[in-house]
């Protein structure tokens, strides 16, 4: 073999080890890089969508708190619980579906009696307890009120607020949204 027939294998092995090295190294660089830049973008689409359920969260509060507060509801419910006449339901009934119309993505709003006997709707008077469709995926605590969280056969999820109605200190039902 001649000499320069040697450098010159010698010379394609050296290349070709440099080129696997800096080509293995470049991978690797460049998947690290690929990896922290999906990672970032996983992050802040995460805290995007924590921030829109927070603030889905607070609005909801804000609308129990707005129904919550009528006072004329409070007292009807209380006066409906003592002495069962059918103006007392319907007044609630009505205010029921005043509240309604001002929110447009609740889809009803129920009153609820402590012993869960009585049920008003802002969609019909019934006296059944409330019954959600589906199977309740996850319950929890939030402020002042409790969330469940209702997954249907289709895999839809519902989200059902509820908190408690006070009249005088005193607790007189429950209200859900």
């Known amino acids: 073999m ?14 070709l080890f440099i080129f696997l090295v800096t080509g293995g190294t470049a991978y690797f660089i460049a998947r690290q890089a690929i990896e922290n830049r999906i990672l970032n973008q996983l992050s802040a689409i995460s805290r995007i969508q924590k921030n829109r359920i927070e603030e889905l969260m607070r609005q909801n509060q ?12 409070r007292m009807s419910l209380s006066s409906y619980l003592y002495d069962p006449k059918p103006e007392h ?20 709003i129920e009153v609820v009696s402590m012993d869960g006997k009585v049920s008003i709707s802002s969609g019909k008077t019934s006296s059944t307890k409330p019954q959600q469709n589906g199977t309740p995926a996850t319950q929890t605590t939030w402020k002042t009120g409790d969330l469940v ?14 908190s408690a109605l006070y009249l005088d200190n005193q607790p007189i039902g429950r209200l859900v949204l």
């Open 149 to 162: 969280f209702y997954t249907n056969s289709l895999n839809q999820l519902t989200v059902v607020f509820s």
């Open 62 to 73: 804000d609308r129990m708190n707005l129904i919550t507060s009528r006072t004329q509801l």
């Open 2 to 15: 001649k000499i320069s027939h040697k450098v010159f294998t010698s010379y394609i092995l050296v290349s």
């Open 89 to 108: 339901l319907e007044k609630i009934h009505r205010i029921l579906n005043d509240a309604q119309k001002s929110i447009r993505d609740i889809f009803m």
